[in-house]
């Protein structure tokens, strides 16, 4: 079994940053992709940073420019930094840890952590 505990939400104004962590532990030696999603009240969960163990990264577009997903794989720790911040960007926050399974991948997901952005 994968946990997963997200850290560093919290309330910041318009064009400030926030930096989020997730701590991954138990059963991780085959993950090989993490990221970053999103849900606003009354919209769907969404898609906003994923990294590979390699260390490649893909953003949506809504964020590209603003934040940055990173990985430390001793710590077994993924990031995303978030600067110019957005009143849209509010949202809770959840770390995804996902590994290859069949017939589809396996997916983990963490509890979430809230990110208010004020005007």
């Known amino acids: 079994q994968v946990q997963l505990v997200e850290s560093g939400g919290g309330l910041v104004q318009a064009g400030g940053s926030l930096r989020l962590s997730c701590a991954v532990s138990?059963?991780?030696?085959?993950?090989?992709?993490m990221g970053w999603y999103r849900q606003a009240p009354g919209k769907e969960r969404e898609l906003v940073a994923t990294i590979t163990r390699g260390g490649s990264t893909n953003y949506a577009d809504s964020v590209k420019g603003r934040f940055t997903i990173s990985r430390d794989n001793a710590k077994n720790t993924v990031y995303l930094q978030m600067n110019s911040l957005k009143p849209e960007d509010t949202a809770v926050y959840v770390c995804?840890?996902?590994?290859?399974?069949?017939?589809?991948?396996?997916?983990?997901w963490g509890p979430g952590t809230q990110v208010t952005v004020s005007s």
């Open positions: 995804n840890a996902n590994k290859w399974g069949w017939p589809q991948r396996l997916h983990y």
């Open positions: 138990g059963s991780i030696s085959s993950i090989d992709a």
